[in-house]
């Protein structure tokens, strides 16, 4: 059972378990395809670096305290090497930009989602820490692109929560159905299931916060590293709580 719950955590997406090939959510230009043969960019790489280039500014200059809402073409273009006439032929409005900062990470997690549940793990003791484990390199290694949905979740446009908020049931849902795979949750009701993957979902969220929280503060290496290793152990604590309590459900 605590293995389970452990491989379901990759099913929400922000934990990658595979340590030998660990995808960055980077939004920077992808090198070496679409080159002519001169070795030169062709046309269409060069739209997608200037894309991602816009994208990355707005992650820097929003990672850096300004407000989404706030920006302007103007920032954006400087922060990203083009001139402001050539943001629209990227993205029709500032919110475009940022649904595409959103559908970007998440899309790059569903790819990863799976790692977890692929690894090897056989001790059911220890999967729960294997997940949380891995899910804190993601937020140390993305910390810019997880922060940028915690902040539009929490405050952002009404067009980027309501994204935000239909990707987040998406995952949920996608939770639900995996964990109806496994004993005891196989045989719980559809209205059980779904109330506990909202729990572990919930769960993540607030653990994910309190990590980016901890880098947001800007300290030291050491004491960074520490504070990490203290969230991490405490998401890892209300998992195996929620587990202790699946275990001993008796769904109707």
Do not use: C
């Not at 929003?62 to 990227?90: C, E, H, I, M």
């Not at 690894?119 to 993305?142: E, F, K, N, P, Y």
């Not at 902040?151 to 939770?175: C, F, K, N, P, T």
């Amino acid at each position: 059972m605590v293995a389970d719950m452990a491989r379901s955590i990759a099913i929400v997406g922000f934990v990658t378990g595979n340590t030998e090939n660990k995808r960055s959510l980077s939004v920077e230009a992808d090198s070496g395809n679409g080159r002519d043969r001169h070795g030169r960019r062709t046309q269409q790489e060069r739209r997608e670096h200037t894309r991602r280039a816009l994208m990355t500014a707005a992650l820097e200059l929003t990672g850096n305290g300004s407000s989404f809402d706030a920006l302007s073409l103007r920032q954006l273009a400087s922060k990203a090497g083009v001139a402001p006439s050539a943001f629209y032929r990227y993205f029709q409005s500032l919110d475009d930009l940022g649904l595409a900062v959103i559908h970007e990470t998440f899309r790059t997690l569903r790819e990863i989602m799976g790692e977890m549940a692929t690894l090897d793990i056989d001790s059911s003791g220890g999967a729960i820490h294997v997940g949380v484990q891995a899910l804190r390199g993601v937020v140390s290694r993305d910390h810019a692109h997880l922060a940028f949905l915690a902040r539009q979740r929490a405050a952002g446009h009404s067009v980027l929560r309501r994204e935000i908020r239909s990707e987040i049931r998406l995952y949920a849902s996608q939770l639900a159905t995996y964990m109806a795979r496994f004993e005891p949750i196989r045989s719980w009701s559809v209205g059980d299931v779904e109330m506990l993957s909202s729990m572990l979902m919930a769960t993540i969220l607030a653990g994910i916060d309190s990590m980016l929280e901890v880098i947001a503060r800007g300290l030291d290496e050491e004491t960074t590293v520490r504070d990490l290793d203290a969230a991490a152990a405490m998401l890892e604590r209300q998992i195996r709580y929620l587990n202790v309590g699946a275990t001993a459900w008796r769904s109707d």
